[in-house]
């Protein structure tokens, strides 16, 4: 079974940082990329960054040069820095992985989800 267990979540104020980590178990097949997400209420999730297997990172527009992407692919582990935060950053953040099923067919995985709060 697979889980995934973000850590990181608070609240900070504007301009300042804060490091998101996702731990994944149970991963028993291909990954195909694994990434961060947010969502605010009432609005659908977005992708912030993701990063893939064979390939580089890529990041929504309003999160580059402020947040940067790693993965550690011995510890099935992924990593969000972010930087020069801004109140609307403000979002629950949820970890995801992607199965590489047939092509570019890929299954999703999600954590429970982190909550960012950026206020002064």
């Known amino acids: 079974q697979v889980q995934l267990v973000e850590s990181g979540g608070g609240l900070v104020q504007p301009g300042g940082s804060l490091r998101l980590s996702c731990a994944a178990s149970?991963?028993?097949?291909?990954?195909?990329?694994m990434g961060w997400y947010r969502q605010t209420p009432g609005k659908q999730r977005e992708l912030v960054a993701l990063?893939?297997?064979?390939?580089?990172?890529n990041y929504t527009d309003s999160v580059k040069g402020r947040f940067t992407i790693s993965r550690d692919n011995a510890e099935n582990t992924v990593y969000l820095q972010m930087s020069g935060l801004r109140p609307e950053d403000t979002a629950v953040y949820y970890c995801?992985?992607?199965?590489?099923?047939?092509?570019?067919?890929?299954?999703?995985?999600w954590g429970q989800g982190t909550q960012v709060t950026v206020s002064s």
């Open positions: 990063i893939s297997s064979g390939g580089g990172p």
């Open positions: 149970g991963i028993t097949f291909s990954v195909n990329a």
């Open positions: 995801n992985v992607k199965r590489l099923l047939i092509g570019p067919i890929t299954q999703d995985y």
